[in-house]
T-cell receptor
Framework: SQQGEEDPQALSIQEGENATMNCSYK?????LQWYRQNSGRGLVHLILIRSNEREKHSGRLRVTLDTSKKSSSLLITASRAADTASYFC????????????FGKGTRLSVIA | DAGVTQSPTHLIKTRGQQVTLRCSPKSGHDTVSWYQQALGQGPQFIFQ???????QRGNFPDRFSGHQFPNYSSELNVNALLLGDSALYLC??????????????FGQGTRLTVV
């Protein structure tokens, strides 16, 4: 079963705008990771945020984590056409080396 | 530093056949996990290998089996292929480490089509 649920399922924006994607999950987590996937190929790791962190930045990416609401958001600022992809959040549970559990993803289209 | 490599990139098989997919983890990583991704869905966990043993398994039938070699590379085998096994198969590597979880890095995947 998939724990993470991304919202929205699809998002279309103009180049230069900001894109925000949300992820909700059900059980307590150790870490939450965001991945990008282009055209059904491999997943590219974007950022990992630990359960004791609230915000993390990497270039044009900003990730927040609210463990009380069991939710995370990914903000891409000043979007580019090359950001067009599917974005997934993945969580791993507190107990040991548990596998990543993915949501269904958000399909982002950035229009030039 | 090579990342995670998977082979082959594409594969077409007939129902009932068997298939073997291969994965070489990122240098320095010791744990390999396999995922199945159907079209329009997120990846689903199949199993995880560490120290040449299957450590965890998702909700997949015994037709799905695997192996990890001493050099940490891994194989995924699927027997008696069904049409529903058509999917992108992803391999992820990570470092089990001392407890703090590290990032999992994925290969480009193998696109399996069963006809």
């Amino acid at each position: 079963s998939q724990q993470g649920e991304e919202d929205p399922q699809a998002l279309s924006i103009q180049e230069g705008e900001n894109a925000t994607m949300n992820c909700s999950y059900k059980t307590s987590i150790n870490n939450l990771q965001w991945y990008r996937q282009n055209s059904g190929r491999g997943l590219v790791h974007l950022i990992l945020i630990r359960s004791n962190e609230r915000e993390k930045h990497s270039g044009r990416l900003r990730v927040t984590l609210d463990t009380s609401k069991k939710s995370s958001s990914l903000l891409i600022t000043a979007s580019r056409a090359a950001d067009t992809a599917s974005y997934f959040c993945a969580t791993d549970a507190r107990s040991g080396n548990t596998p990543l559990v993915f949501g269904k993803g958000t399909r982002l289209s950035v229009i030039a | 530093d090579a990342g995670v490599t998977q082979s082959p990139t594409h594969l077409i098989k007939t129902r009932g056949q068997q298939v073997t997919l291969r994965c070489s983890p990122k240098s320095g990583h010791d744990t390999v996990s396999w995922y199945q991704q159907a079209l329009g869905q997120g990846p689903q966990f199949i199993f995880q290998y560490y120290e040449e043993e299957e450590r965890q398994r998702g909700n997949f039938p015994d037709r799905f089996s695997g192996h990890q070699f001493p050099n940490y590379s891994s194989e995924l085998n699927v027997n008696a292929l069904l049409l529903g096994d058509s999917a992108l198969y992803l391999c992820a590597s990570s470092l089990r480490g001392s407890g703090a979880r590290t990032e999992a890095f994925f290969g480009q995947g193998t696109r399996l089509t069963v006809v």
